[in-house]
């Protein structure tokens, strides 16, 4: 008994002189980093432990859950730098598979190794252990086999490089980096082909990286591009870093799944790396060459005002938005975000504004703002067709360009939805229908 109480106090002093002699700047780099990449994210389920994964997540195949990348015997305790490098850069796990793409391997493959090596100090002595297996997949053989994802990769990953410099403006040059790299924006943000791999992974490539995605989750991932209707071309660097950092601009608001990235990760992010990152956006041209900015149109503003409610889904909008948005569709300065001129407004696809309609959404505190303040969804409320009206309103009025919806894309978007409610939100919208 003896003998066993003496190991078990060596092993532990081992254990403790090895996490000492990590270098603790190397563990809060990797801490730094993990953010900009916003790790947690994806690894951590509602509710669960930090990074010990199981967070399911959508794919066109079937649903695959997140792995534990805590050091535990379960997670990625017995990694060895070259077994993380392996899994981050290559998407090749340490039995040798490949990994699903939802994993952004191809982002990551540009990530220089100095920073891979402050990411697995810091998973490895930042992160608490936490036992937790990992969940299979739900995603129907043959289409689980892992083998065909080797050929993905062959075909789509690229080489595994440090990032070169491929600007004069070395602000710029730090952008790219975290926006191609680390930050795997385009993961969301960059159409994909028929085969799933984003059409580019680099400016250097084309005009499809950050174009705007098609629908996930109910939501649309807009374009990042200098788009005037869709895209940032209205937005100035300052209002992108204050964005960025607050979730919140003069003029706008986050929502959906980028909600998370500005509460997980960019609030954290310093000054300088924000400014990078919006300069970098800032700097790539609109996809549409005859693009226009916004001209606003005081038509439906002046009709509001005088009581005329007469065009279809006016009405719905005075008794639902008015009050918050305005009448002039300008909203209130970093509270209620400004419909006219708003590009998530007026993209193609419309499942964004019809999805937060639905379900309303939440603006989230920040650290340097910390009020909250929530819009209701409408789901219970307003049937199909008049939430069609009042969404083909909002799109065509105050010089706005979207085209209108219709009552089917609406139940189409509401029957995708009442999935994830509870009983007694679904009897409230099935009771309103």
């Known amino acids: 008994m003896k003998n066993l109480v003496i190991a078990t106090l060596a092993l532990l002093g081992s254990a403790c002189l090895q996490a000492a002699e ?23 389920a509602k509710n669960g432990k930090p990074f010990a994964g199981g967070l399911p997540m959508e794919t066109p195949i079937g649903t695959i859950y997140s792995t534990n990348i805590t050091p535990d015997k379960s997670g990625i305790g017995d990694y060895s730098f070259e077994d993380f490098d392996q899994a981050v850069r290559h998407g090749i796990a340490k039995n ?16 220089n190794q100095a920073d891979m090596q402050a990411l697995y ?11 937790q297996d990992n969940q ?3 995603i129907p053989w043959p289409l689980s086999m892992r083998w065909p994802l080797m050929g993905w990769r062959w ?15 070395p602000v710029i040059d730090r952008g790219a980096y975290l926006v191609e790299g680390l930050g795997h924006c385009g993961a969301c943000h960059t159409p994909r082909a028929l085969t799933m791999q984003e059409k580019s992974l680099s400016a250097s490539d084309g005009k499809t990286i950050l174009a705007g995605s098609a629908p996930l989750e109910g939501w649309i991932a807009k374009s990042l591009r200098g788009d005037h209707k869709d895209g940032l071309g209205s937005w100035s660097e ?29 609030q954290y992010m310093t000054d300088a790396d924000l400014t990078a990152i919006a300069r970098y956006l800032k700097s790539l041209p609109a996809s549409d060459p005859a693009d226009q900015p916004h001209q606003y ?14 065009q279809r889904g006016a009405s719905v909008y005075i008794d639902n938005c008015a009050a918050c948005h305005r009448t002039d569709g300008h909203g209130y300065t970093r509270v209620f975000p400004a419909l006219a001129g708003n590009p998530v407004l007026q993209t193609d696809d419309p499942t964004s504004l019809i999805h937060i309609v639905l379900k309303g959404g939440t603006l989230p505190a920040t650290h340097t703002a910390p009020s909250t303040f929530t819009m209701p969804g409408f789901a219970w409320r307003l049937s199909d067709q008049e939430v069609a009206d009042v969404v083909s309103f909002i799109r065509g009025s105050w010089g706005n360009k979207g085209a209108p919806v219709s009552a089917k894309d609406v139940a189409n978007l509401r029957s995708n939805d009442m999935e994830s409610m509870s009983p007694n939100d679904l009897g409230q919208v099935t ?3």
């Open 297 to 310: 149109d005081e038509k439906a503003a002046k009709a509001l005002w005088n009581g005329d409610d007469s």
């Open 238 to 266: 300052e209002q992108l870093v204050q964005f960025l950092k607050t979730g919140r601009s003069d003029r706008s608001a986050v929502f959906g799944g980028m909600s998370d990235v500005v509460t997980h990760s960019m």
């Open 22 to 44: 990590v270098d603790q700047n190397l563990i809060k780099q990797g801490e730094y980093l993990a953010r900009a990449g916003d790790c947690v994210a994806c690894h951590t």
């Open 96 to 111: 040798g598979s490949t990994l699903y793409p939802a994993m952004p391997y191809p982002s990551y493959a540009r990530v």
């Open 136 to 138: 299979a997949s739900d």
């Open 431 to 433: 009771k309103h229908q």
């Open 121 to 131: 100090a810091y998973f490895m002595h930042g992160v608490a252990p936490v036992a």
């Open 155 to 169: 075909l789509f990953a690229p080489k595994v490089e440090d990032y070169t410099t491929t600007s004069d403006d």
